[in-house]
């Protein structure tokens, strides 16, 4: 089983503003309401791929509630913590005004529900995967991601963390199977700037030395780096498309990658699969379905 860890989940309230303009009321002319977070992200494009996964999770309030309605409405097991203080962040996304986002800060995460997220991760075992992925409320402890993977450690869990700086640098000494920073998270990790490709396999091999076994970077229009455990460098330039919503772009890289490495445990296969999702989810109003992501993997390996 696969199952994803959102820490901070959200609705993702996507809407257009044609013209829009400070100071004054600005009306929508496109709007949507969808759950979001990393890793609801991750499971819904491994939902789509037909994989059954389950969304742990914290979740409060009337949008906590709707969140897990959501999830479990497109067909994924839900098993996300109700706690009792604030509520599930709403995030403003607006799509006319390129990378603009409103985000919430997230509901008080108590140390009993983090403890009752433990004991959920106590089932875990050989051949389970489990994915981690994005911020933390800042109620919760910073070396959360540390200790559960501490906790998990010689149970055979295949571990996928898909987290900035300190949240990813405090895991690799228990050697996920799979990191996902793109370009500008980890030039941030070793304070340089990466623009392209080939600038960014000797930072993914450093993180490899630090303890990931394989490590994905993504780069947006540019495309996208694996430093495999195999010891082999996969790239390519990214798909050609018009970006309609960058939003889970990186997240549906991770599903996608997942999806491709459970099908034949080949990294080159899992690779382009990775690259397809997240071309599709960046091309797609929604999160990718398993038509467009075929559609663009038939596109980039036919070449």
């Known amino acids: 089983m696969i199952y994803t860890v959102t820490f901070n989940p959200s609705l993702d309230y996507i809407v257009s503003v044609e013209d829009f303009k400070l100071g004054i009321t600005n009306r929508t002319s496109s709007e949507l ?23 742990l999770g914290f979740a409060a309030g009337f949008t906590g509630e709707e969140i897990i309605r959501q999830v479990e409405h497109m067909g994924i097991r839900s098993d996300f913590i109700m706690v009792p203080d604030g509520i599930s962040r709403i995030n403003l996304k607006l799509k006319s005004i390129d990378g603009t986002e409103i985000n919430g800060c997230g509901p008080e995460i108590s140390e009993a529900a983090v403890a009752e997220l433990m004991e959920k991760l106590e089932v875990l075992g050989e051949e389970d995967v ?74 993914a091999r450093k993180l490899q030395e630090m303890g990931a076994q394989n490590v994905l970077v993504s780069m947006a229009g540019e495309g996208a780096v694996l ?42 296969h899992a690779f382009y699969m990775g690259v397809s999702a997240g071309s599709a989810s960046a091309f797609s109003e929604r999160l990718a379905t398993r038509e467009e992501i075929k559609h663009i993997y038939v596109q980039m390996t036919d070449k």
């Open 227 to 268: 430093a495999a455990q195999d010891g082999t460098v996969y790239e390519t330039p990214a798909p050609e498309g018009t970006l309609v919503n960058g939003v889970g772009a990186g997240d549906s890289m991770v599903a996608g990658f997942l999806a491709g490495w459970m099908e034949k445990q080949d990294f080159r």
């Open 33 to 55: 309401m969808l759950p979001g977070g990393k890793g609801i992200n991750v499971s819904t494009v491994l939902g789509n791929l037909g994989i059954e996964n389950t969304a």
């Open 130 to 203: 489990l994915v981690l992925a994005g911020s933390i409320p800042s109620s919760m402890p910073d070396d959360i991601y540390r200790r559960i993977l501490k906790r998990l450690q010689g149970r055979g869990v295949t571990a996928v963390v898909d987290a900035t700086k300190d949240l990813l640098l405090n895991v690799l000494e228990y050697r996920p199977f799979l990191v996902k920073p793109n370009n500008h998270e980890l030039g941030e990790i070793f304070q340089v700037e990466l623009w392209d490709r080939k600038s960014v396999v000797s930072y």
